[in-house]
DNA sequence: GACTGAACTATACC
DNA sequence: ACGGGTATAGTTCAGTC
């Protein structure tokens, strides 16, 4: 029977059917039902001729081609039909062969039998197998279609599958097409994903280790804690189980209930799917929490990530972690401190005990903070969901795999899914030597940075580039298609200093990839105007999305695992952005304007004597003379500002420095006010002492509040938490090879059976000894430890530092002070 | 054993 | 393996006298 639906896809699977590939997709229909489409696939790849070859000698390679085979145990492979076209690859003209081969798996191995002197190389047949289909069929992720196709019941063409799968309807894909753009708005308005999060809590935090003691559910409809400990008189939101076995069969059973579109938790790759598939397997239940009854899957990779099939399992700290962190203030992005950040609630405070200690009050306490946990993970994907829905359709590549890719991922799959534009054949992924290769060339010459003459100083304006890096690949033309071999006519100079090959040259005429980050510039432009206009999350997500994609462009042209890495476009970039600043501060200097810091596309200037709308028309008459579609903004007008010498000698310290706008509002950057491996009261004081400096002009003020605090210090009447220093862990212990304080902190964890883990920030303090010791390590003390704080430590290395040269602008010796010698004289 | 510079380490800026 | 380079600053480590 035939059926027509509006359909919105959600999750992209395939598999194999006598050897040929095919497709599933779930998603919904414009009533809220669970649809499965099926699709048979024709996967193929390129061969592409070298410039020059005859006709009838492609026309025999064609042949010959056509008659390839691969037999394995698996199924047998052979071509399907090949065409000939007239594509570009990497900007040139070429004439290619599109091979399509029986199945996708085997268009490698196919590809590699291919060794034909006249080809020039063989392309896509390391594309993923969805991307792909998504690229041919357009059937876009998140994006509403009309389907037509056949009801599929009890169908034996797909080996039955529809049967064992949970779903209103299964259809067999025969027709895709566009809906107009007001039905599709008026049906994204209607939808919402039905989003389930989940939080377990254990009594081991080593995977698999000890028993789930609970698992709590949060969604719309649903708020529960399922347990198997004690909870006879516990909250009504808690259910009982007889064993962890029931507990985790009727988590299963819950999800089958409800049928959410998305799973979520905070951390679940990495915790709770791992723990939960051990303790399945422990207790021999079946993890069927996929539509077709299936368990979760593992893909392999430095993290793993879970899918479960026919619902998109989201862990929200990966995806902000990768795509969402810039926009964060947060020092770390665990749970408590994302959702204080993002939601204004934290996590519920509990003592942590061995669950057979907890009385029954305790036991209370903790179903309220496993349940608390959920509710925060859902209202943060409700919070960021416009955030990963725009990420989605804009780069084209399924809900799950946006939350898990990093930002090069991204424009990879940008460019992978807009290259039928430019007519272009994809470039291949780099094999392991090239990568190594690549890794090898070390660093390239980057940025500018101009050192402040250290002071206070007055009415400051601050210019910065508007995305200059993007602007100067977009105004140059910098990409691996436009970098010549060598020099010719009207092509693009450009000198690279610290480079071996000191001259390179790109060609004029426009490349995809320039063309390209164009397009998403001139978009972000367009989405940032609607947005300004109709302020919502929706509008401002898109305009984000667009500025952190373009701005990942140039990052993505020096990394080494990008198909379209090209060192010395990424060289040229940062050199031309180098040469571009250096020129504008020198025009600004011409102007009269003193030029007092700058750093890569930003220009501080004093106002001196003059008006700001003398600024301002410099501003106009500066960007008149940049190319292309540079341009340069006013960043901000501050009333005051403070630059610092580096600790040592007498020079200013690049990357540090305080401002303060008309409004009051402080801008810190580098000093240890904002470095969270600085104890709170050093941090604290010198933030308060920094304002004060910047409010008042003066630094009266701030050195009575410096000589209390370090009254108060001496006098010991310092909290514990004030003085804690906060240090991450990057990597196993066994692999330092400098052993530092928050490896020994780390070392005294592990002793007292606290969880250590590669990323946790170690909190330690440095305590008085007995014995004089030399290293500071040898005074490291866990915050639960017995002891003193550190006074000379703590006065010499946390307190002084974070005051010292902020008070020397002003000619004040800090030191001195303490020490008893020059308060006299002072006051 | 004190001193010194290099190496290692973490974190920030843009 | 899973964006880039520039920069500050702390602590340890290895060498010198």
């Known amino acids: 029977m035939q059926k027509e639906i509006n359909f919105l896809p959600l999750d992209y699977d395939y598999f194999d059917l006598n050897g040929k590939n095919c497709i599933k997709i779930v998603g919904k229909d414009d009533r809220g039902k669970r649809v499965c489409l099926l699709d048979s696939f024709e996967s193929f790849f390129w061969v592409i001729f070298k410039d020059g070859t005859k006709e009838k000698r492609i026309e025999e390679i064609k042949k010959e081609i056509e008659t390839i085979k691969i037999e394995s145990d698996m199924r047998k492979t052979e071509i399907i039909k090949t065409e000939l076209h007239n594509k570009k690859f990497l900007d040139k003209e070429v004439r290619a062969l599109k091979v399509y081969v029986t199945n996708h798996k085997d268009c490698h191995a196919v590809a590699d039998q291919i060794g034909y002197d006249e080809v020039l190389a063989r392309r896509e047949y390391d594309i993923n197998i969805i991307t792909k289909y998504i690229l041919e069929k357009k059937l876009l992720p998140l994006t509403w279609k009309k389907i037509s196709g056949e009801i599929l019941n009890n169908s034996r063409e797909f080996g039955g599958i529809d049967n064992i799968l949970d779903v209103d309807l299964c259809l067999k894909i025969e027709k895709i097409e566009n809906l107009e753009e007001n039905r599709k708005k008026e049906l994204d308005e209607k939808f919402s994903p039905n989003i389930l999060a989940f939080d377990i809590e254990t009594d081991e935090f080593e995977i698999g280790k000890g028993a789930i003691l609970m698992i709590s559910l949060y969604g719309k409809n649903i708020k529960k804690v399922l347990t198997w400990k004690k909870c006879e008189k516990s909250q009504e939101f808690v259910e009982c189980f007889k064993d962890e076995a029931d507990m985790i069969e009727a988590f299963v059973e819950y999800i089958k209930k409800i049928k959410p579109d998305i799973l979520t938790g905070y951390f679940s790759d990495g915790f709770d799917m791992p723990y939960l598939k051990a303790r399945a397997e422990q207790n021999n239940i079946k993890l069927s929490l996929g539509i077709d009854g299936s368990k979760p899957m593992f893909t392999r990779g430095k993290i793993t990530s879970a899918g479960i099939f026919g619902i ?283 030029v007092i810091y700058s750093d890569t596309d930003s220009i501080c200037m004093l106002l001196e004597k003059r008006s700001k709308e003398k600024a301002l028309e410099l501003l106009e008459k500066l960007n008149k003379e ?202």
């Open 312 to 594: 998109i399992h989201i862990d929200l700290f990966r995806f902000i972690e990768t795509s969402f962190s810039q926009y964060l203030q947060s020092e770390t992005l665990g749970l408590n401190e994302v959702a204080l950040e993002l939601l204004g609630e934290g996590k519920k405070e509990i003592k942590w005990k061995k669950s057979s200690k907890m009385n029954e009050s305790e036991w209370s306490n903790f179903f309220d903070y496993n349940l608390q946990d959920s509710m925060l993970t859902y209202k943060l994907s409700e919070k960021i969901w416009s955030d990963m829905l725009e990420f989605t359709r804009i780069i084209q590549e399924p809900l799950f795999d946006i939350t898990r890719e990093g930002m090069s991922q991204h424009v990879e799959n940008y460019i992978l899914h807009n290259l039928e534009k430019y007519n272009e054949i994809a470039e291949k992924r780099p094999v392991h030597d090239e990568i190594e290769r690549r890794r090898n060339l070390g660093k390239y010459g980057g940025a500018f940075v101009l050192q402040p003459l250290p002071g206070l100083y007055e009415h400051i304006f601050m210019f910065d580039f508007t995305s200059m890096y993007s602007s100067v690949i977009v105004t140059y033309n910098l990409a691996k298609s436009t970098l010549l071999e060598k020099k010719e006519k009207d092509s693009l100079k450009v000198d690279l200093e610290t480079e071996k090959e000191k001259e390179i040259y790109f060609s004029k005429k426009p490349g995809f990839f320039p063309l390209m980050l164009n397009e998403m510039v001139e978009k972000r432009k367009k989405y940032k105007g609607e947005y300004k206009k109709n302020e919502n999350n929706m509008t401002k997500a898109r305009s984000n999305a667009y500025k952190l994609l373009a701005n990942a462009a140039y990052g993505y042209q020096g990394f080494f695992g990008a198909r379209y890495y090209c060192r010395e476009a990424a060289a040229a970039t940062a050199a031309l952005a180098k040469k571009s600043i250096i020129e504008t501060i020198e025009k600004i200097k011409k102007e009269g304007f003193k």
């Open 626 to 827: 940049l190319p292309g579609i540079m341009g340069l903004e006013l960043e901000e007008f501050y009333e005051r500002g403070i630059w610092v010498t580096k600790r040592d000698g007498e020079f200013g310290a690049k990357k540090k420095y305080a401002l303060i706008n008309e409004k009051g509002k402080l801008k810190i950057r580098g000093f240890e006010t904002v470095r969270r491996d600085w104890c709170t009261l050093a941090r604290e004081l010198q933030n308060k002492i920094l304002e004060k400096i910047l409010r008042e002009g003066n630094e009266k003020s701030a050195l009575e509040l410096f000589i209390k605090i370090v009254k108060s210090f001496k006098e010991r009447k310092i909290e514990r938490e004030e003085i804690l220093i906060r240090t991450q862990l990057k990597k196993p212990l066994s692999e330092y090879k400098s052993i530092t304080p928050h490896v020994i902190a780390a070392q005294k964890m592990k002793e007292a059976g606290k969880p250590v883990n590669i990323g946790m920030l170690v909190q330690y303090f440095i305590a008085e000894t007995r014995e004089k010791k030399s290293l500071v390590r040898e005074k490291v003390k866990l915050e639960d430890e017995k002891g003193e704080y550190n006074l000379d430590y703590y006065l010499n290395h946390q307190i002084i530092p974070a005051v010292d040269n902020i008070f020397q602008v002003f000619g004040i010796n800090v030191k001195e002070i303490i020490s008893g010698k020059k308060q006299t004289t002072l006051f």
